[in-house]
C-alpha cells in the first residue's frame, strides 16, 4: 500500500509564499509520476504542477505557470510545491498524488489559506 502525507500548509498573506511538502511510503517513489492538485472550497478538484520520475520534465496549469515550482528528491522520497506570490484564489486543500501511468495513490490533503 503506498501512502503519501502532506505538511507545509497554513495561512499566509497575499504575495507570500509556502513549501509543500509530500513523503511517500509503501511503494517505488523513484519509478512514479508526482502530481499535485487542489480543490478550492466549494469547487471540484484541478490539476496545478506534475513531475516525471526523472524529475526532468514538469508540467504546470496555467493559473500557477511563473509562480509554482515542481520538485523531487528521490533519495528522500518527497516532492515539493515551492508557492510564490500567492494570491486569494490560490486558498484550497492540496493534494499530492502518484502514479506509474495514471495517478491513483492520494495523500490526505493540507489547507493553504492566502489572506487578501
Known amino acids: 500500500q503506498v501512502q503519501l502525507v502532506e505538511s507545509g500548509g497554513g495561512l499566509v498573506q497575499a504575495g507570500g509564499s509556502l513549501r509543500l511538502s509530500c513523503g511517500a511510503s509503501?511503494?517505488?517513489?523513484?519509478?512514479?509520476?508526482m502530481g499535485w492538485f487542489r480543490q478550492p472550497p466549494g469547487k471540484e478538484r484541478e490539476y496545478v504542477a506534475g513531475?516525471?520520475?526523472?524529475?526532468?520534465?514538469?508540467y504546470y496549469a496555467d493559473s500557477v505557470k511563473g509562480r509554482f515550482t515542481i520538485s523531487r528528491d528521490n533519495a528522500k522520497n518527497t516532492v515539493y510545491l515551492q508557492m510564490n506570490n500567492l494570491k486569494p484564489e490560490d486558498t484550497a486543500v492540496y493534494y499530492c498524488?502518484?502514479?506509474?501511468?495514471?495517478?491513483?495513490?492520494w495523500g490526505q490533503g493540507t489547507q493553504v489559506t492566502v489572506s487578501s
Open positions: 513531475i516525471m520520475w526523472s524529475g526532468v520534465i514538469t
Open positions: 498524488a502518484a502514479g506509474d501511468y495514471d495517478y491513483v495513490y
Open positions: 509503501g511503494g517505488t517513489f523513484s519509478t512514479y509520476r
